[in-house]
T-cell receptor, first 115, second 116 residues
């Protein structure tokens, strides 16, 4: 049973517009969430994170929103650029309990930003 | 470089052979993680080291898989008697510390393993 779900395998956006990538989770113990970006033949690169005590975190063009009651988070990229084209993974972790630190990943959403 | 490095970058092996994958974490990072990504799937957690000890081996898919870490640094993931379903990209990540969670993990480029 998937604990972190990214229901859209792909997303296509025009350059300059907003990209919105969505992620849902089922485990209420998750209290820290991360987004990673992955180019082909490279390892994932950390992008932005959010703690469950916040509902928004912003870093330049990237903003992550967390809705704990809905167990939903989203990554907004604005304005989108062609270089943002990559696979984006949502990940979650629980800071308490035996599996401290390991991340549970979604299957990823492939973002294509068209010029 | 200062990032996580992994070797080899690609490995093709025959079914039944053993393979060893290596990970050099970022200097000073005490926590080290192994994941794998099969085709079309997300990243699957395998094992986590804090220093040289592995408090969480829950993700290892079978007893053919083992990992060790020495000197709080380099780690090797060993797969014995490889099977075709072991074919995947094996990713290593490190972080400053996993005790309280919330630490970002930094990934290496991965080792692409193909079992023929």
């Amino acid at each position: 049973d998937q604990q972190v779900k990214q229901n859209s395998p792909s997303l296509s956006v025009q350059e300059g517009r907003i990209s919105i990538l969505n992620c849902d989770y089922t485990n209420s113990m998750f209290d820290y969430f991360l987004w990673y970006k992955k180019y082909p033949a490279e390892g994932p690169t950390f992008l932005i994170s959010i703690s469950s005590i916040k509902d928004k975190n912003e870093d330049g063009r990237f903003t992550v929103f967390l809705n704990k009651s809905a167990k939903h988070l989203s990554l907004h990229i604005v304005p989108s650029q062609p270089g943002d084209s990559a696979v984006y993974f949502c990940a979650a972790t629980a800071s308490l309990g035996g599996s401290q630190g390991n991340l549970i990943f979604g299957k990823g959403t492939k973002l294509s930003v068209k010029p | 470089g200062a990032g996580v490095s992994q070797s080899p970058s690609n490995k093709v092996t025959e079914k039944g052979k053993d393979v060893e994958l290596r990970c050099d974490p970022i200097s000073g990072h005490t926590a080290l993680y192994w994941y794998r990504q099969s085709l079309g799937q997300g990243l699957e957690f395998l094992i986590y080291f804090q220093g040289n000890s592995a408090p969480d081996k829950s993700g290892l898919p079978s007893d053919r898989f083992s990992a060790e870490r020495t000197g709080g640094s380099v780690s090797t993931l060993t797969i014995q008697r490889t099977q075709q379903e072991d074919s995947a990209v094996y990713l290593c990540a490190s972080s400053l510390g996993g005790l309280a969670g919330g630490y970002e993990q930094y990934f290496g480029p991965g080792t692409r393993l193909t079992v023929t």
